[in-house]
T-cell receptor
Framework: KAGVTQTPRYLIKTRGQQVTLSCSPI?????VSWYQQTPGQGLQFLFE???????NKGNFPGRFSGRQFSNSRSEMNVSTLELGDSALYLC?????????????FGEGSRLTVL | GQQVMQIPQYQHVQEGEDFTTYCNSS?????IQWYKQRPGGHPVFLIQ?????EVKKQKRLTFQFGEAKKNSSLHITATQTTDVGTYFC???????????FGKGTRLSVIA
């Protein structure tokens, strides 16, 4: 069974640009979560989607947005990039619905903003 | 909002010594999960605890969930170099809330 696939794995952008990251969950998983990982802050929750609906949203500015498609694939977008957006963006999928289920993480998309 | 604190931030041990990381939540949790992230890797699920006072073991690893379901610990007996990595706890409140991670404890094992 294929794992969680994230693309691109690495990318470099400049301030003010926008970026779209993609996540394909494990087949059959309907829940997708996104986390931002930085050395000082650990894993910070961005969004959680279930069956195309945003179920939860973390404490990030409106420049961060996401969506989930009918095939459970998810994308997140960051507009007007800032230097502080440099981070590893991790996507995780899970089988279950509410309040249960381990997360299966992808390898992440490492974003560098110059 | 919900916060999960984890201590210590770093731990350096000699191979063969024991290691413990502690996790505390500002709110009562419905369950707590533990993950391990190897250097350069992604977090990998270790275990989930659900019941108050629950204790689970995986070989040299012992996981505990507090009676009040607000704290948890991971204890590794006789560490090995393969234990190197960052250990995260992550908890959910009751209801339809996201999994909130602690900042992790980075374990270094000196051979």
């Amino acid at each position: 069974k294929a794992g969680v696939t994230q693309t691109p794995r690495y990318l470099i952008k400049t301030r003010g640009q926008q970026v779209t990251l993609s996540c394909s969950p494990i087949s059959g998983h309907r829940s997708v979560s996104w986390y931002q990982q930085t050395p000082g802050q650990g894993l910070q929750f961005l969004f959680e989607y279930f069956s195309e609906t945003q179920r939860n949203k973390g404490n990030f500015p409106g420049r961060f947005s996401g969506r989930q498609f009918s095939n459970s694939r998810s994308e997140m977008n960051v507009s007007t990039l800032e230097l502080g957006d440099s981070a590893l963006y991790l996507c995780a999928s899970s089988l279950a619905g509410v309040n249960t289920g381990e997360l299966f993480f992808g390898e992440g998309s490492r974003l560098t903003v110059l | 909002g919900q916060q999960v604190m984890q201590i210590p931030q770093y731990q350096h041990v000699q191979e063969g010594e024991d290691f413990t990381t502690y996790c505390n939540s500002s709110t009562t949790l419905s369950n707590i999960q533990w993950y391990k992230q190897r250097p350069g890797g992604h977090p990998v699920f270790l275990i989930q605890l659900v019941k108050s006072g629950e204790v689970k073991k995986q070989k040299r690893l012992t996981f505990q969930f507090g009676e009040a379901k607000k704290n948890s610990s991971l204890h590794i007996t006789a560490t090995q170099t393969t234990d190197v990595g960052t250990y995260f706890c992550a908890g959910r409140n009751s209801g339809n809330t996201p999994l909130v991670f602690g900042k992790g404890t980075r374990l270094s094992v000196i051979a």
